[in-house]
């Protein structure tokens, strides 16, 4: 299980998340971290992948305190898949998966990733045809899939994922989702996936947690989170919430109040 306890991250001496504690993150389930533009999302996933430093608080995962472990260590339990796309360097994708799982592993033995796993995570993804391009001559949609797929590979405890949809189509958004919902329920993984398509966090997740200026506004089930109220309150967005022909939720937008800051 992650746990967040009294997390206090900040640039120089702005604070930017002032004191956040989570319920405990239970393995095996995909969380969705949500909030409007600013709130703190990069921040916290930063903060958690170590990357920040923490001026207050800690993280546990399976009881083990992060900030107590080597950044070696770390590496081998918790993936972070940035915002921006990978760089795009001259290497064929399929190298480049295999080069980042042979990145998190301490010993070479555990490096031992084979070709045939790489490929096939590169079909699950819909991308094995891209196997032999280079990545600077992939679109922005295929180096996030690609992203992902050196993600995935490595098997962390811990998967933290900003917008990894960003730049995907529908039908990827949707297989992704799928993929990911899979990969943390079998492999007992605790995804945390920043989104801002709040219907796609109703339909895919387990789990959510929204937060504005780095304070939680809410967390459960992304039916219990994703309400009205909490829209209006954390995104200044008039709404209601009702279940399509097919029983499932969506956010329906009714107005907009002021732009919140
Ligand atoms: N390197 C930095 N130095 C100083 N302030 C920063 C830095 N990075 C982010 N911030 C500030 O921290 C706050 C939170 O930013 P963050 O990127 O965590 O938000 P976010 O919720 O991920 O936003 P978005 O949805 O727009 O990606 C913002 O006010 C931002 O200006």
Do not use: W
């Not at 430093?53 to 995962?61: D, E, F, M, N, Q």
């Not at 994708?93 to 010993?107: I, Q, W, Y």
């Not at 797929?149 to 992704?176: G, K, M, T, W």
Request: charged content about 15%; some cysteine.
């Amino acid at each position: 299980m992650l746990e967040v306890n009294q997390l206090q991250v900040a640039y120089r001496k702005q604070a930017i998340i002032p004191d956040l504690t989570l319920q405990p993150l239970q393995q095996g389930q995909l969380v969705s971290l949500l909030g409007p533009n600013g709130s703190g999302k990069s921040t916290l996933l930063k903060a958690l992948a170590g990357l920040l430093p923490l001026k207050h608080g800690s993280v546990r995962l399976n009881g083990q305190n992060l900030n107590k472990i080597s950044f070696e260590q770390r590496a081998q339990h918790v993936v972070y898949l940035p915002q921006s796309l990978p760089a795009s360097v001259h290497l064929r994708v399929l190298e480049s998966v295999l080069v980042a799982a042979r990145a998190s592993a301490l010993s070479a033995d555990a490096g031992q990733v084979h070709l045939d796993q790489v490929m096939m995570l590169l079909q699950r993804l819909g991308i094995e045809h891209l196997s032999m391009h280079y990545l600077d001559q992939l679109s922005g949609g295929q180096k996030q899939l690609v992203g992902l797929a050196q993600a995935l590979i490595r098997r962390p405890r811990l998967l933290l994922l900003d917008e990894p949809l960003s730049a995907l189509d529908l039908n990827y958004q949707f297989h992704v989702m799928d993929l990911l919902r899979q990969e943390t329920h079998e492999h007992g993984l605790i995804t945390l996936i920043v989104l801002h398509d709040l219907n796609v966090a109703l339909r895919h997740s387990d789990y959510a947690v929204m937060i504005k200026g780095g304070t939680l506004l809410g967390e459960g089930t992304p039916a219990t989170v994703i309400t009205p109220a909490a829209l209006a309150d954390g995104y200044g967005v008039e709404t209601r919430i009702e279940p399509c022909s097919r029983g499932m939720l969506q956010v329906l937008i009714d107005g907009l109040q002021a732009p919140v800051r």
